[in-house]
């Protein structure tokens, strides 16, 4: 199985609402709904017109992963839509790492230093994820004025992106 990632626009928001919602309904019991994230259905206006990027990993043809970036000030970014399907996750086909890696050369390539994101502490494969690729956890109250904050988030992380390799 071969992972392709590339950059989503607008056409993919359908799949990636199915990819999303699955996993923070089903999977994780998050509260959240399609309402709360009208980003989805305004990925070009909502990411890419601010500087960001959205992205989406794929096998066969099938939406199986996706990560954006929130461009919120000249320097600084927020990591958002961090989801890979269960059954395509782990070590073995690195996915997520993949992704993170294309999000990272992104802010290189672009400008952007610093990079933030939330997660819920349910998600803790997720957290570990984030500490294992030098994410320093961050207090809520230390998160930048301009760091677009999502109600269900309750962990937050920081990452310079001119340190890591």
């Known amino acids: 199985m071969k992972t392709t990632i590339q950059q989503l626009n607008n056409s993919y928001s359908d799949q990636l609402i199915d990819l999303i919602l699955t996993i923070q309904q089903k999977e994780f019991n998050v509260p959240i709904t399609i309402e709360d994230q009208p980003d989805l259905k305004q990925i070009e206006s909502f ?3 601010s500087g960001g990027n959205f992205w989406g990993a794929f096998i066969d043809g099938e939406l ?3 990560i954006a970036l929130v461009k919120f000030d000249e320097k600084a970014g927020a990591v958002r839509k961090m989801f890979v399907k269960k059954e395509f996750r782990g070590k073995e086909l690195n996915i997520a ?3 993170l890696e294309v999000l990272i050369s992104f802010c290189r390539e672009n400008g952007i230093e610093a990079v933030y994101l939330g997660t ?3 998600l803790k494969a997720a ?3 984030y500490e294992r690729n030098d994410f ?3 207090e809520k109250e230390n998160l930048p004025a301009r760091f677009p904050l999502m109600n269900a988030d ?4 920081y990452l310079n992106v001119n340190r890591t390799i």
Do not use: A, H, P, T
């Open 64 to 66: 199986v992963g996706s």
């Open 47 to 49: 990411y890419m017109e």
């Open 97 to 99: 790492q993949e992704l």
């Open 127 to 129: 957290m570990r994820f």
């Open 154 to 157: 309750n962990v937050f992380y």
């Open 136 to 138: 320093l956890q961050v």
């Open 120 to 122: 819920v502490n349910i």
